[in-house]
């Protein structure tokens, strides 16, 4: 038996302390955070980094926070190759106004419990989201 092989993904809970968490509302529909799957010979910081500018045009990465939870996908996403995603805190420096890339249609701010989509939102990011708010 060969052993199962994963793509690694990070991500990056923005928090901003007037407004929030920042969710994006990805083009094919579901919310999501900013992140992506590392490349070659980057660490958790530099696929991090990489990916916010990518994603949110003017959002610089600080640092990088506890690591918050993680998850594997139920689904292989190329051939046999799954993916597992990390949750990390991230602390960044936020331009006035959010822009968004093509990759995202929209954005909100989760402050409490009530602001978390009831729909369309992994349930293991919803899970995230809970704990960092009710702490």
């Not at 994963?6 to 992140?35: M, S």
């Amino acid at each position: 038996m060969s052993m199962k092989k994963f793509y690694v993904g990070v991500k990056g809970l923005i928090h901003d302390n007037e407004r929030g968490y920042l969710l994006l509302r990805a083009a094919k529909g579901h919310w999501d955070i900013p992140g992506g799957r590392m490349d070659d010979n980057e660490n958790f910081e530099a696929t991090l980094r990489r990916e916010l500018s990518e994603e949110l045009p003017g959002v610089e990465l600080q640092s990088l926070g506890e690591i918050q939870g993680s998850h594997r996908l139920p689904h292989d996403i190329e051939g046999d190759i799954s993916l597992v995603i990390l949750y990390y805190l991230v602390s960044v420096k936020l331009p006035k106004e959010i822009v968004l890339s093509e990759e995202h249609e929209s954005y909100i701010w989760v402050k409490q419990r009530a602001d978390i989509p009831k729909e369309d939102l992994n349930p293991r990011m919803r899970e995230i989201m809970i704990n960092l708010i009710t702490k």
